[in-house]
Each structure stands twice: as structure tokens, then as C-alpha cells.
């Protein structure tokens, strides 16, 4: 992709040390998906979709149902093939490869599991050598995922596929599973391909994620990417919370751009490719507003009064809904970094929001 250079600072970002196999901006893509279409009849799952995985990534397809990840997952393995385009492996043209003459290997959701399952590495590898005796029907959900996920990599394939593998599983589980995936894939080095619908599960476990809508991808980047800079209304709806306030663009050049919008004038330090005039929307994180009792010292733009209307308490962090005076509602999240019961501003408090020119991403689309 054209923005792979932000992949190794966004990687940065996350804090770990992880990714020894991080993509090399460098080299050669791994996968190579070309001007893809896809067409069931008269309906089309997959729209002229060109996308690059490189070697050792974790790779996330994200999107809601029927946008046509499985489908993309299934043109990789071979069991559809495209109705236009090419799909590359190494640079070989692989669209009418048949499934097991490819170096890819799929794990479904279904849990298909070999009764006299003997590859001890495997096992060894997802930590479940002391069930190789075992009889599948005495596994339990986790396990057999593991099972599954062993009898895939047994091929050693260089690419491996996964299409909602964690979906069965309830939550704690499904959330130490993901961890375990992403250790497992940094040991073998083998290109993981993920679909899912659960953006927290793309954000955790994958080096990149592709935000797919009808068939398209919408955007390709790293998850700290994806969520600080969505490129568009969709994308930063679909990943994670956000306020979009619509305004029209007043002016906009290097040193940053104004919009008015019924939240008043909001300034932002982004250049906005619009002209004058053009309606365009603030894409604002519910973490990066400020909720206080009084005004800002600086109440000329960037902030809104209002009233507060519900407190969502999710332990960790309060969810302020609060009714605007123009008649919108916005959402503040506060983190609870104390261990005081009583919320120092409540409902029905008035109060004012602010934000900061940096917080925002003004989207055109
Ligand atoms: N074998 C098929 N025949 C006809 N339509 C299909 C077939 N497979 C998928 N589709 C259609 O293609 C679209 C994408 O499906 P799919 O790739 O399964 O989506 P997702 O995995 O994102 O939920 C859907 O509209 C689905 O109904
Ligand atoms: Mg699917």
C-alpha cells in the first residue's frame, strides 16, 4: 500500500516489543491482490479490490457481515476463483491453483477436527501436548480451537487463514486466545490472514487491518492508524466510538482549517483537501474531550455547552452523554482514575466540552 511507511512508527506506538516478523517496507509482497472482482449471478461480493500482505504480517480483514471477507479469505485458499483480476503468491499467479496445491492453509469456524490427530509438535506449539490421547468430544471449546489451529500449521503453510476463529468462544477465553495467536504467529513467522467482525479483536492481535464496506476496502493501515486517522465517516464509526460533528468548511491551508458547525466554530490543525464551503465533518473520540463545570480559558471555538444526560459507568471509564444547547448530543468519556464513588459532575449537572485543534480528524466523506 502506498502508506506503509506509517507502520513501523504506528507499531512503535503500541508499546511492545513484539513483531519480529513486522513487514519490512522493503520487501516483496507475500500476497497480491489484484483489481480483484468477485460476482454471485447479479450481485457482486468483491469490487475491483487490490490489497498487498507482505511476509510474516498479521493481517486483519475487518467488516460487518456480508461485506465480503470470507469470500476474499476463500479466493486466498483457492476454493473460489476470481471473476476478474489475479491473485499472486510470491509473484505467481495463483487464481486457478487448486486448493491443495497451495501453501495455504485455512482454519474454519467450524471446529472439523481429525479423530486420530498425532502431530505432537503442533500440539507442543499451542500448548496442548497432554491431550494428544485425547478423543475430540472431550475437548472443550478452547481446546479444540487449538486443535484446529495445530492441524492447520501442520503443513507448515506460508500463509495461514483464519475466518472468525475466536468467534465461538465467550470473552475471557476469546481474549486469551488472542494472545496466544499473536505469540504463536511472531514464533513461526508465518503470515497470518484474519477475518473478523470485532474491531477490538483487528486492533489486538494484527499488524495491519483493511476496513472493508461492500466489497471494498475503505482503508488499509495499522490499528493506531485506523483510529487516530480514519479516513472517513465509516471507518471511524465502525472502528471504535466517535462524535461526528457536521459543519462547513470556512478555511483551510498549512496552517490548519476552520469549520462552523451548530457546535459553533471548531478549529482544527489539519489541512483539509474542500473547498470553501463544502460540508464536511469533525470526527472527535469520546476519550479526547474535556468535560468540566466552567468554560475553557479560551471559550471562542472548540467547545460547547451543555447538559448532562445519562452517565454510563463501565467501571474503568464514565461515558458522559451530553445534550448540547444546539440540540445535538456528544459523548465524553472520563477515565475513573480514582476509587471515588460519587462522579463529582452528575446528571442533569450543566457543563462545558472542549477540545484541543489536535484532537479532531475533519473527514470529507
Ligand atoms: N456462494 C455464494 N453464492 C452466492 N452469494 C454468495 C456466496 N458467497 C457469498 N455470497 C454473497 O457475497 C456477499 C459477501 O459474503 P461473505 O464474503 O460471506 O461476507 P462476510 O464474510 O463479510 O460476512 C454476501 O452478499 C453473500 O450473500
Ligand atoms: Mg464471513
Redesign the pocket.
Known amino acids: 500500500m502506498a502508506d506503509r511507511a506509517g507502520t513501523a512508527g504506528a507499531d512503535n506506538a503500541r508499546g511492545r516489543a513484539r513483531r519480529t516478523h513486522a513487514p519490512d517496507p522493503a520487501s516483496e509482497p507475500l500476497v497480491r491482490l489484484d483489481g480483484i472482482v468477485k460476482r454471485?449471478?447479479d450481485?457482486t461480493?468483491l469490487d475491483r479490490l487490490t490489497l498487498d500482505i507482505y511476509p510474516g504480517e498479521f493481517f486483519a480483514l475487518l467488516?460487518?457481515?456480508?461485506?465480503?471477507?470470507?469470500?476474499?479469505l476463500r479466493l486466498l485458499a483457492g476454493f473460489e476463483t476470481p471473476s476478474e483480476g489475479r491473485v499472486l503468491l510470491a509473484g505467481d499467479d495463483i487464481g486457478h491453483v487448486p486448493p491443495y496445491r497451495r501453501p495455504v492453509n485455512m482454519m474454519f469456524q467450524s471446529y472439523a477436527l481429525f479423530p486420530h490427530l498425532t502431530v505432537a509438535e503442533m500440539l507442543a506449539l499451542v500448548k496442548l501436548e497432554e491431550f494428544a490421547r485425547r478423543k475430540p468430544d472431550r475437548l472443550s471449546g478452547g481446546e479444540r480451537q487449538r486443535v484446529a489451529l495445530a492441524r492447520s500449521l501442520a503443513k507448515r503453510p506460508k500463509v495461514l487463514l483464519l475466518d472468525e476463529p475466536l468467534a465461538a468462544l465467550d470473552k475471557k477465553l476469546r481474549q486469551r486466545t488472542q494472545y496466544e495467536l499473536m505469540d504463536l504467529q511472531e514464533r513461526l513467522g508465518t503470515t497470518f490472514v484474519i477475518?473478523t467482525?470485532d474491531q477490538e479483536e483487528a486492533m489486538t492481535v494484527a499488524d495491519r487491518i483493511a476496513v472493508?464496506s461492500r466489497?471494498r476496502l475503505v482503508q488499509v493501515g495499522a490499528p493506531s492508524e485506523v483510529y487516530e486517522q480514519p479516513n472517513s465517516r465509516y471507518v471511524a464509526e465502525f472502528v471504535g466510538d466517535v462524535n461526528l460533528v457536521e459543519g462547513r468548511l470556512a478555511s483551510s491551508g498549512p496552517a490548519g482549517s476552520v469549520i462552523e458547525s451548530r457546535a459553533g466554530r471548531l478549529a482544527s490543525t489539519q489541512q483539509v483537501d474542500a473547498v470553501p464551503g463544502a460540508t464536511v465533518w469533525m470526527a472527535l473520540r469520546p476519550e479526547k474531550l474535556r468535560l468540566a463545570a466552567g468554560p475553557p480559558g479560551d471559550a471562542g471555538e472548540n467547545c460547547a455547552r451543555g447538559t448532562v444526560l445519562d452517565i454510563g459507568y463501565l467501571g474503568s471509564l464514565s461515558v458522559y452523554q451530553v445534550a448540547l444547547d444546539n440540540g445535538t448530543v456528544m459523548r465524553a468519556a472520563v477515565a475513573n482514575a480514582t476509587r471515588l464513588i460519587e462522579q463529582p459532575i452528575g446528571r442533569d449537572d450543566r457543563v462545558w466540552l472542549s477540545w484541543t485543534s489536535q484532537a479532531g480528524v475533519v473527514l470529507t466523506r
Open positions: 454471485f449471478g450481485s461480493a467488516g460487518p457481515s456480508g461485506c465480503g471477507k470470507s469470500t476474499l477475518v467482525h472493508m466489497g
